[in-house]
């Protein structure tokens, strides 16, 4: 079974400052890979995500992953971080055909001024 | 926005009784989902349906059951609610060709005393 590992729990950044969060997945054939956020209070959105092709996916809201297959992540990032940023950021994997996704246990963004 | 509202958005309600939760959605997507989220677990899934009167089991399907008599509906049941099932909500669908994309409902909060 596909698993996914977002290993920071908690991030804060300075707004303007640039954004990485990390996700490492395990499954054994190629896989399906989002990333989602979540304001509080209120349900995911979809950032972006990945089925094949070009490595470097972009997003809404001026987000991008890139999937490296040989490091089995999927990391998500933005040049600049912006006060409205700060959410719930979860990782996810699926299998083609298989009709369900394994989420991450998500990352909180903190932004400081 | 996917068109999927869920119902009731707030419950509270005391251990033993039965809670039925409601997912709606507005276009026949066949795929739906119910997850709960807890902090530090992520989302995990509860119950899925792949069509009316279809359903499986998702990782922490003990204590709910499904039911979906209508393409537009998906109803969580607790027989009798416990404490540990006191959590967040979601409803998701999945959307199209892509059918390893999930969009997700608003949320219900449940508490139970």
């Known amino acids: 079974a596909q698993s996914v590992t977002q290993p920071d729990i908690h991030i804060t950044v300075s707004e303007g400052a640039s954004l990485e969060l990390r996700c490492n997945y395990s499954?054994?054939?190629?896989?399906?890979l989002f990333w989602y956020v979540q304001s509080p209070g209120q349900g995911l959105q979809l950032l972006l995500k990945?089925?094949?092709?070009?490595?470097l996916v972009q997003g809404i809201k001026g987000f991008e992953a890139e999937f490296k297959r040989s490091q089995s992540s999927f990391n998500l990032r933005k040049p600049s971080v912006h006060w409205s940023d700060a959410a719930e950021y979860f990782c996810?994997?699926?299998?083609?055909?298989?009709?369900?996704?394994?989420f991450g246990i998500g990352t909180k963004l903190q932004v400081i001024p | 926005d996917a068109g999927i509202t869920q119902s009731p958005r707030h419950k509270v309600t005391e251990t033993g009784t039965p809670v039925t939760l409601r997912c709606h959605q507005t276009e026949n997507h066949r795929y739906m989902y119910w997850y709960r989220q807890d902090p530090g677990h992520g989302l995990r899934l509860i119950h899925y349906?792949?069509?009316?009167?279809?359903?499986d089991k998702g990782e922490v399907s003990d204590g709910y059951s499904v039911s979906r008599s209508k393409t537009e509906d998906f109803l969580l049941t607790l027989e009798s609610a416990t404490s540990s099932q006191t959590s967040v909500y979601f409803c998701?669908?999945?959307?199209?060709?892509?059918?390893?994309?999930?969009?997700f409902g608003p949320g219900t909060r449940l508490t139970v005393l």
């Open positions: 998701a669908i999945s959307v199209g060709q892509d059918t390893d994309t999930q969009y």
């Open positions: 499954y054994g054939a190629t896989p399906y």
């Open positions: 990945y089925f094949s092709g070009d490595t």
């Open positions: 349906s792949y069509g009316v009167k279809d359903t």
């Open positions: 996810a994997v699926g299998v083609r055909g298989y009709q369900k996704v394994t």
